[in-house]
């Protein structure tokens, strides 16, 4: 059965010249169509490999030469209505993160810079033996 997951994929910005100091990190969200669990993973990791590379010499970051590394896929969800095409009011994903306090809640909402643990990464690094459990787990 064909189903809709939301696969978090992290790629990060790699300096050509000075790799030294804070790495820039994105998490992309995107909207996978499968069969399985695996298939999607799969299709996720095609993804996120397919997203790596400098454009042709031409992407900079602070005006440097670097490149988009794809560091792998952080999680994968399957979507709320999964049998559904997703659609206004769908859920496709969610983050579990935990904070010292309410105020830090505030904090967060308003984009201050808080102290936020990710709670619901894989466990493990994933693979394809583990990986379903560790989703399984989250659901």
């Known amino acids: 059965m064909t189903r809709w997951y939301a696969a978090h994929i992290i790629l990060f910005a790699r300096r050509k010249h000075d790799a030294a100091g ?10 996978i169509k499968a069969n399985s669990e695996d298939e999607a993973f799969a299709k996720a990791e095609a993804r996120g490999k397919s997203d790596e590379g400098d454009d042709d010499g031409t992407f900079r970051w ?3 030469p670097a490149e988009w590394v794809f560091a792998g896929v952080r ?4 979507c709320d209505d999964a049998d559904k095409r997703p659609g206004d009011g769908s859920e496709i994903t969610y983050t579990e993160l935990e904070v010292n306090s309410e105020q830090s809640v505030r904090d967060l909402v308003a984009g201050k810079a808080v102290n936020v643990r990710v709670v619901d990464q894989f466990s493990e690094p994933p693979t394809r033996q583990n990986r379903s459990a ?6």
Do not use: D, F, M
């Open 22 to 31: 804070k790495v820039p990190v994105w998490e992309n969200i995107v909207l």
């Open 62 to 64: 602070n005006g440097e």
């Open 75 to 78: 999680k994968l969800t399957l």
């Open 134 to 139: 560790s989703a399984k787990q989250r659901a």
